[in-house]
């Protein structure tokens, strides 16, 4: 078997992205098992990496840099022929044999163009926040499933068309052949030439007049055959017309030396010469304008087309002809292709991969230094906001807010897709935020509790494993951090069902959020429309190191959270129920409310219209929580007094917040499919779970729809610039 060898550029710049595309695909598969429907992705948690987000990016930078490199090389070293899709490849389609299994082949590649193309733009632009909604992510996940088929079926054209010997060859290196030059007409015509003036002195006799000795034209079957010293030529028969010159013409290298050699060697034709040859060319035959345009603009450029003169004859029937020495402009430059630069030429891929490697410098560093920014504008204590969810505020009025899309979350009208708008403002004290965000519905059902003929049930979907999709309240978070984090999740979450081997593996399938230090926190604010929302109160949480687990964290009776902590302190809110640490006979969970409606009528009627539908949201003013004073505790003669099918809220409000979980106030309003949230907290709280507003801090936004953890989030950090 004949071993096949495969230009060492080639080579180098295929597995370069075979590389890159491997990571990038298993780390895109990692990140992808955040939307609620690919849960199927665990199924192959063993061989996906962890900590994805930084490597996913790397090897994005990577296969940007070898597709301008890829380009730059095709272009230098003259290999655009071989995947160029012209009409000769299209017709190839329809033949049979070698022909159309190469002509698939060039169409594969240009559907892996194609492809690449749009996966790398919608990367781009999910990165930057540019159109990074459901539909930019979704043509993210398809194209990259089109290009893993493309590599399959790449191995098997390459195989039908030369076998193993065409597939080894990627793995055989060689140097890189210098491609031949291309067929000049101009040049051509002017070969005809100067062989014609050559040969005229041999046939004197044979004419009588100069012009019975014109050039004849060859006709476009005959080939053309080197001419020897000693061949004469017989004139040819005026009437024969003169075929143009087709663009599909092809004369071998060496066909065309061998017909340039003579002549050379003998005589030159002067530029008045060739131009009246050509005129009287072109005179019989029946070329276009356009072809006529370009066969004189060559010459054009060398010397003016002048009208041939015809000149005085120095015998009878034998028109001169002036050598080269004795021509009045000296000898006659041959028109001839410039060669390639020696260095160029020899070297295409140093010079595209120098190319390709400033050109990714310049967009991973450019990207450094453009961050998105947050400007916090100084405001009079005067003109703080009122916290009361009303966007009118005069504080709010003359900011131009900042806005970013956030995807990849739960709900949202089945794309996951939400946009956020913040604006910010201090007076030296405290800092206020106004955000708000895209919600079809409002959602205030958390963990309703239906009592059934069997005793009360909790309606749920997920909940047993800590990923509840359907009743559960909105809510909007938003993240603190002074790390350096340029990605999403980078340095606080970790992928994958058991991220730390000594603790317990996730519930959901899901990764951890934890800091990797032991005294690295970051700031994390939580608010919950029923749970702390309802009475004017945002959870100050954190991501701190791994916890513990709880025994019934280690029992997987509730999910285990890793580093997620509130801060220190008490909350004024609970669930209403007590969940059995036995699972019932249909693997349900028994429960037992906490608090039963001390006036039922009047818990109902604070709930408003009951609709159990998790799609559909609540009326204004309606409450799904219960007060200490409206509720008592739980006993069977109490609830011999509540019939079957009551629905109850699942939320217990008593007491207040307190300690470091109280440092954030707020307040909400939902309209028009949009929540506004206003926030206040202090400059610094002085907490070591809290982060300091000031410039440099970096921050994240995310947005639930009734959902438990399911939330929106974005690529690139938003940078505080504190006034």
């Known amino acids: 078997m004949r071993k ?66 890829y380009t730059i090389y095709v272009r230098r070293s003259g290999l655009g022929r071989r995947i160029r899709l012209d009409k000769v490849r299209l017709r190839g389609l329809v033949s049979r044999g070698q022909a159309r299994r190469g002509a698939v082949n060039i169409l594969l590649y240009w559907v892996f163009f194609v492809t690449m193309l749009a ?26 499933w089109v290009v893993l088929g493309f590599a399959g079926l790449h191995v098997l054209s390459h195989l039908r068309i030369g076998g193993t010997s065409q597939l080894l060859r990627i793995f055989h290196p060689t140097g890189l052949s210098a491609p031949p030059p291309q067929l000049d007409a101009v040049e051509l015509l002017t070969m005809l030439a100067e062989q014609s003036a050559r040969l005229q002195p041999e046939f004197r006799g044979a004419d009588k007049t100069a012009s019975e000795t014109r050039m004849q034209p060859v006709q476009h079957e005959t080939r053309v055959q080197p001419v020897q010293r000693e061949t004469r030529v017989q004139p040819v ?30 005589t030159r034709v002067s530029p008045v010469q060739r131009e009246a040859l050509l005129q009287e060319l072109l005179r019989e035959a029946p070329l276009q304008p356009v072809q006529r345009d370009a066969l004189l603009q060559p010459i054009q450029r060398e010397a003016p087309l002048q009208p041939p003169q015809r000149p005085k004859d120095t015998t009878r ?49 450019t990207d450094r230094m453009a961050v998105d920014q947050l400007q916090v504008h100084r405001i009079t204590g005067a003109d703080a906001p009122i916290l009361d969810g009303d966007t009118s505020d005069r504080a709010w009025r003359n900011i131009q807010p900042f806005s970013v899309m956030t995807n990849q979350g739960g709900n949202f009208d089945g794309k996951g897709e939400s946009r956020i708008d913040i604006r910010a403002v201090h007076d030296s004290t405290w800092a206020y935020f106004l955000f708000t965000w895209e919600d079809p519905t409002r959602s205030l059902k958390h963990l309703p509790l239906i009592k059934e003929i069997d005793g009360w049930h909790m309606l749920h979907d997920g909940y047993e494993s800590g990923d509840e999709h359907d009743y559960n309240e909105d809510k909007f978070s938003v993240l603190l951090t002074t790390l350096d984090a340029t990605l999403a999740g980078d340095r606080t979450f970790h992928a994958g069902t058991h991220p730390i081997p000594e603790a317990p593996p996730t519930m959901t399938g899901r990764g951890l959020h934890y800091t990797p230090g032991n005294d690295v926190y970051v700031d994390v604010w939580l608010w919950k429309a029923t749970s702390s929302g309802s009475t ?62 001390r006036d039922l009528a009047k818990t109902t009627a604070a709930m408003r219209e009951i609709d159990l539908d998790p799609n559909h949201g609540e009326s204004d003013g309606a409450r799904w929580f219960m007060t200490e004073t409206e509720s008592v505790p739980y006993s069977s ?87």
């Open 4 to 69: 096949r060898k495969t230009d060492y550029g080639t080579v180098i710049l295929h597995w370069l992205l075979v590389a890159a595309f491997g990571v990038a695909f298993v780390t895109g598969l990692r990140i992808a098992t955040e939307a609620p429907e690919r849960s199927w992705i665990n199924s192959f948690d063993a061989v996906l990496p962890q900590n994805v987000w930084v490597m996913h990016m790397q090897a994005a930078v990577v296969l940007l840099t070898v597709a301008f490199a």
């Open 637 to 723: 003669e109490q609830d011999v007094t509540v019939p079957v099918g009551t629905v109850i809220p699942g939320v217990i409000i008593g007491g207040e917040f307190s300690g470091d979980r109280a440092d954030i106030r707020c307040a909400a309003r939902w309209a028009s499919g949009h929540w506004a949230l206003e926030v206040a907290r202090r400059l610094d709280t002085h907490s070591q779970y809290d982060v300091p507003l000031q410039t440099g801090v970096f921050m994240r936004v995310a947005a639930f729809d009734h959902s438990q953890i399911r939330h929106t989030r974005h690529v690139r950090p938003i940078r505080l610039e504190v006034e």
């Open 317 to 365: 029937g034998q028109p001169p002809v002036r050598s080269a020495a004795t021509h009045p402009a000296g000898p006659a430059k041959r028109r001839t292709s410039k060669p390639r630069s020696p260095t160029f030429q020899s070297n295409p891929f140093v010079v595209a991969a120098a190319i390709a490697i400033a050109g990714a410098s310049i967009v991973v560093a």
């Open 119 to 144: 996966l790398m733009a919608s990367g781009g632009l999910m990165y930057f926040g540019y159109c990074a909604g459901y539909d930019v992510a979704t043509l993210h996940w398809y194209a990259t």
């Open 237 to 266: 028969r005026r009437e024969a017309p003169l075929q143009p010159v087709q663009r599909e013409t092809r004369v071998q290298p060496v066909r065309r030396e061998a017909l340039l050699q003579p002549v050379q060697r003998e």
């Open 536 to 597: 004017g109160w945002m959870d100050d949480s954190h991501f701190g190191p791994p916890l513990d687990p709880t025994p019934m964290q280690v029992r997987n009776v509730v999910p285990y959270r890793g580093g997620f902590a509130p801060d220190p302190g008490t909350a004024n809110y609970a669930d209403n129920f007590i969940m059995s640490d036995e699972p019932a006979v249909d693997g349900k969970r028994m429960i037992t409310p906490r608090r039963l409606p």
